[in-house]
């Protein structure tokens, strides 16, 4: 970075790398954050864990078709993307249809606005109570 800055100057670097770097690590955080997070998924205790129900424990988000198309599925093939995680990306849509079958009600998708369950999680989702072998996020006050 010093090299860079130094023979292209700092507005070059800023421009062309901190920038980008910023907006693909925001994008990364956000869609990490949200597949994983929310008030209807699960946390189980060691005692009953197992491969597939932590695979299970994500949800498929559309960013919406542009977007999606961009992140190559990774948000709306999530779920896809636990069970079978060497599988390529272009395969994912594909799978994700197989899958929502052969799943039923366990496959988790969310259809809410992602600035909404953005929301939604950042409000709601603050604790575990490890008191329970299947427990779910709750919030530090109470919901009115």
């Known amino acids: ?31 990490t954050y949200l597949q994983h997070t929310d008030v209807f998924m699960p946390h189980f205790v060691e005692s009953e864990w197992d491969w597939l129900r932590g695979a299970l424990c994500t949800v498929d988000r559309s960013f919406g078709p542009t977007l999606d198309y961009f992140f190559h599925h990774i948000s709306d093939t999530h779920v896809a993307h636990h069970l079978f995680s060497y599988m390529p990306f272009y395969h994912a849509q594909e ?21 909404t369950a953005l929301w939604r999680s950042f409000r709601n989702c603050k604790y575990i109570e490890d008191n329970d072998p299947i427990a779910f996020y709750k919030t530090s006050w109470k919901s009115t």
């Open 1 to 31: 970075m010093a090299w860079s800055i130094y023979t292209f100057g700092f507005t070059s670097y800023f421009c062309y790398y901190f920038v980008p770097y910023l907006i693909v690590n925001y994008h990364l955080v956000l869609i």
């Open 95 to 115: 799978a994700t249809q197989a899958i929502k079958k052969v799943l039923g009600a366990y496959y988790l998708e969310d259809q809410t606005p992602i600035w």
